[in-house]
């Protein structure tokens, strides 16, 4: 199993950056996929999740500026992010789930500062 998370960076505040996860050697279809984050210091939190039926879950405190959206035939979820704030500085994960088995990919940093 593999989750390969991309698309990472430095960003200034006010801009966007689309991360992507591809799967490899899971049911991707079935699967719960969701994004979580990681602050320097700070406990891991859920940005937003998409399951097997496109149905989205997110953060109150995201929603407007995120947006996951999955591509089966790619086997890759993705997040977009607008409006990016330097709080949103974070290692970001992506992890999915199926059957009650979750797999974590390796993060990718985001970072936003002038």
């Known amino acids: 199993v593999q989750l390969q998370a991309s698309g990472g960076g430095l960003v200034q505040p006010g801009g966007s950056l689309k991360l992507s996860c591809k799967a490899s050697?899971?049911?991707?279809?079935?699967?719960?996929m969701t994004w979580y984050r990681q602050a320097p210091g700070k406990q891991r939190d859920v940005v937003p999740s998409i399951n097997s039926s496109g149905i989205t879950n997110y953060a109150d405190s995201l929603k407007g500026r995120f947006t996951i959206s999955r591509d089966n035939s790619r086997r890759t979820v993705y997040l977009q992010m607008n409006s990016l704030k330097p709080e949103d500085t974070a290692v970001y994960y992506c992890?999915?789930?199926?059957?009650?088995?979750?797999?974590w990919g390796k993060g990718t940093l985001v970072t936003v500062s002038s």
């Open positions: 992890k999915s789930e199926v059957y009650g088995v979750d797999y």
């Open positions: 050697g899971i049911a991707f279809s079935i699967a719960t």
